[in-house]
């Protein structure tokens, strides 16, 4: 009697287990919590603070790359520290993706800082919810907002160099394409414009916005007050028409201040000189009213952006990979899955042992 009755405590609370479980992923409410590292690992924020500051403090533009690649990371399988995988082979990762490749950087910075955090709480604190605090103070320390960062994210034990070339938006796509990409994450039209000023960062490539300058980059001009032939022709010489050997040559993507976290942006898209043409679109589109609209609130008002972007990040932060939470792991480094550590070590541990044999 009294095993009938514990296998039946037992079978209730795997039930209890399995309807909460439903239930979180269910109402689409990532199981995240403010406190997460609370007890185990209680100085994660001063670390990740410290390490992004001497980042940004020697090169502006790292807060630019580390907030790109928790966008590209969110996009694709969630937030879930996949884009950070590097290529084995068992597995392709997202880095060689057509929106990723020579394009997205900052990987170095996550490895100083989860070399950090294993020096400090060793296995604690995954490489996902390192790359959403990193992504917060990046935007801190160059003059944005702050917010605070749900946390308890884990690792993937997969990536995908399909999904990060169907989910990434690119440069030349139009209106209706981004849009429905955001909404497909759970984003509205206001996150999608929110979170397209964090153009107020960062640069661009060439191949990223050639068709742009020799496309509409007139058209799109504000008829009163037309854009300068010199701003024309100094993209133009940055990126001429033909030719690979400038591909990779860079434009500032807020041509007035660059390194700084402000609403220049819109001011910029209201002026006709957005570098991309998916950013000039949120303003010149015909299909745009909401998002000319929103262009506009946030132009004239920087508190509204700041509030916005704030609760779009956390939005953004927040399409967490279910899947991740069962199977999920927290790396030791952020480029390799355990498994495939493992692996290495044994690799290691046999070409030792061989060589002390022959
Ligand atoms: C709306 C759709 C978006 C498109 C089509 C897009 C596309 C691009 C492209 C083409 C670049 C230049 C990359 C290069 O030339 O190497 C870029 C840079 C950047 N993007 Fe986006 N992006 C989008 C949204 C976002 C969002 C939502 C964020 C973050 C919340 C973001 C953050 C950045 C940053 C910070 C840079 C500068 C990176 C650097 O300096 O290297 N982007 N984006």
């Not at 320390?141 to 995908?160: F, H, I, Q």
């Not at 955001?182 to 996150?191: E, M």
């Not at 030719?243 to 860079?250: F, H, L, Q, S, V």
């Not at 480029?335 to 046999?350: A, D, E, F, G, W």
């Amino acid at each position: 009697m009294a095993i009938s009755n514990r296998v039946y405590e037992v079978m209730m609370m795997v039930c209890v287990f399995f309807v909460v479980s439903y239930s979180l992923f269910e109402t689409g409410e990532p199981p995240l919590t403010l406190d997460y590292y609370a007890k185990t690992c209680p100085n994660v924020l001063q670390v990740v603070r410290k390490e992004m500051e001497c980042a940004v403090l020697s090169e502006p533009r790292n807060a630019a790359f580390v907030v790109r690649l928790h966008f590209h990371d969110c996009f694709v399988q969630g937030c879930d520290g996949s884009i950070l995988l590097d290529d084995t082979i068992t597995l392709k990762g997202e880095k060689k993706a057509s929106n990723n490749i020579h394009s997205l950087k900052g990987f170095r910075i996550i490895d100083r800082i989860k070399n950090s955090l294993e020096s400090e709480c060793p296995g604690i604190v995954s490489c996902a919810d390192i790359l959403t605090i990193a992504a917060r103070d990046a935007v801190i320390l160059v003059g944005g907002p702050y917010w605070e960062v749900p946390l308890g994210r884990k690792d993937s034990t997969t990536a995908s160099y399909e999904l990060a070339n169907t989910n990434l938006p690119s440069a030349n796509e139009g209106l209706l394409s981004i849009i429905s990409k955001f909404l497909y994450q759970g984003l509205s039209v206001t996150d999608t414009v929110a979170l397209s000023g964090a153009h107020t960062i960062g640069m661009a490539r060439c191949e990223n916005f050639r068709e742009r300058i020799y496309g509409d980059f007139e058209a799109t001009s504000d008829t009163n007050n037309p854009i300068s032939k010199s701003y024309i022709e100094k993209l133009r010489s940055i990126c001429p028409q033909v030719g690979k050997a400038a591909e990779n040559n860079i434009t500032a993507m807020d041509n007035v201040t660059p390194e700084l976290f402000d609403n220049s942006y819109f001011h910029m898209l209201m002026r006709g000189e957005g570098v991309l043409k998916s950013d000039q679109e949120l303003y010149s589109s015909l299909l745009g009213m909401e998002t000319k609209a929103l262009v506009k609130k946030y132009a004239a008002d920087p508190l509204a952006f700041f509030q916005q972007f704030s609760d779009s990040m956390v939005k953004l932060g927040n399409i967490t990979n279910s899947d991740s939470f069962f199977t999920g792991e927290v790396r030791k480094n952020c480029r390799l899955r355990l498994c495939s550590l493992v692996i290495t070590k044994l690799t290691l541990n046999r070409s030792i042992y061989l060589a002390a044999f022959l």
